[in-house]
């Protein structure tokens, strides 16, 4: 029963379809001691977390918002795209989780209330004193189009790295894979929906984190791996120069822009992938294997009480 004193701490929130979108939601709602219900699109409430595309395409019914938080990932097709976010950011409290983003952001006139990273979701178990795996990888798998409202999709324009994957298992028979559910991928296990604590246990499995992904708005797993003390390897992209600063960098000299649209109920926009030679990143992760992470300053960078207790 909710005392009337309470009553201020009541909050609905509306993600995007992404299951992070959700996780995000109840450990901010369990970091402020808020009581919360968390609705999915089309459900608007007083809260909206997703990505700039979910927020302008949604943006006619996001009305009266107490504060947005935004993941930024790249450019709008339209001007009028850009209208519709500057519009909700100065009539509402405009979130973002990196600064990469802020300054992306304000180039295009957006006001960003504050930067305020995506925390570490808990609970997070201890990392093990053992790993007897050498490489691990665990992601979604999804593909976005080479050129606008194009038909199909293209392998550039793959997400998520799983196209080297093959490499990884041919130079380190026993690394292991992780994909999401609704994909498959020569060599790599389904993950389904596991707990964010087996999450922890298979990022914890090998002695390096191959983040293999060409481009992302945050990247939660590279800091989740780190925060088990697995070491990370990746592509030299300016957000993960951000996120993750303790990983190895492997330069990142190939791009294709890649677009979304309404047909993934998304705004028309567009990004830019980025990635290097997979045989410089294959021997970044020999180099890496006996790596020492400093995880306990990891999970202090990304703590949700320290984190996200400021939006408000």
């Known amino acids: 029963m909710i005392k009337a004193s309470d009553l201020s701490k009541v909050v609905i929130i509306t993600t995007a379809k992404a299951l992070s979108y959700r996780i995000i939601a109840e450990q901010i709602c369990r970091a402020n001691e808020w009581y919360c219900a968390v609705?999915?699109?089309?459900?608007?409430?007083?809260?909206?977390?997703?990505?700039?595309?979910?927020?302008?395409?949604?943006?006619?019914w996001l009305k009266n918002l107490r504060f947005a938080y935004i993941?930024?990932?790249?450019?709008?097709?339209?001007?009028?795209?850009?209208?519709?976010?500057?519009?909700?950011?100065?009539?509402?409290?405009?979130?973002?989780?990196?600064?990469?983003?802020?300054?992306l952001f304000e180039s295009h006139g957006v006001?960003?209330?504050?930067?305020?990273?995506?925390?570490?979701?808990?609970?997070?178990?201890?990392?093990p004193r053992e790993r007897s795996i050498s490489a691990v990888y665990l992601n979604a798998h999804y593909r976005?189009?080479?050129?606008?409202?194009?038909?199909y999709t293209c392998d550039a324009c793959e997400r998520k790295g799983w196209r080297w994957w093959r490499n990884i298992r041919n130079a380190f028979p026993d690394a292991l894979g992780f994909v999401g559910s609704c994909a498959h991928v020569d060599g790599a296990v389904s993950y389904g929906?596991?707990?964010?604590?087996?999450?922890?246990?298979?990022?914890?499995?090998?002695?390096v984190?191959?983040?293999?992904?060409?481009?992302?708005?945050?990247?939660l797993n590279p800091v989740m791996a780190l925060a088990v003390g697995t070491a990370v390897v990746t592509w030299d992209i300016p957000v993960f120069r951000e996120t993750v600063p303790e990983a190895v960098f492997v330069p990142a000299e190939n791009e294709q822009k890649?677009?979304?649209?309404?047909?993934?109920?998304?705004?028309?926009?567009?990004?830019?992938?980025?990635?290097?030679?997979?045989?410089?990143?294959?021997?970044?992760?020999?180099?890496?294997?006996?790596?020492?992470?400093d995880y306990s300053a990891v999970r202090q960078r990304y703590d949700a009480k320290k984190l996200y207790t400021k939006f408000l």
């Open 39 to 60: 609705y999915e699109i089309p459900q608007f409430r007083e809260v909206f977390i997703g990505s700039q595309y979910d927020l302008a395409y949604w943006a006619h």
């Open 71 to 103: 993941t930024v990932e790249g450019e709008f097709m339209s001007e009028y795209s850009w209208a519709k976010v500057r519009n909700i950011c100065n009539n509402t409290r405009c979130y973002v989780p990196t600064r990469w983003g802020k300054e």
């Open 111 to 127: 006001k960003v209330q504050d930067v305020i990273p995506h925390a570490l979701p808990t609970p997070i178990p201890d990392p």
């Open 144 to 151: 976005f189009y080479c050129r606008p409202y194009d038909l």
């Open 193 to 207: 929906n596991a707990s964010i604590e087996d999450v922890y246990r298979l990022l914890a499995l090998g002695k």
């Open 209 to 219: 984190y191959t983040n293999l992904s060409t481009h992302e708005g945050f990247g």
């Open 258 to 293: 890649c677009y979304v649209d309404q047909r993934y109920g998304l705004e028309p926009g567009w990004f830019i992938m980025k990635w290097g030679d997979v045989n410089q990143l294959i021997e970044a992760v020999k180099r890496a294997m006996n790596t020492d992470v």
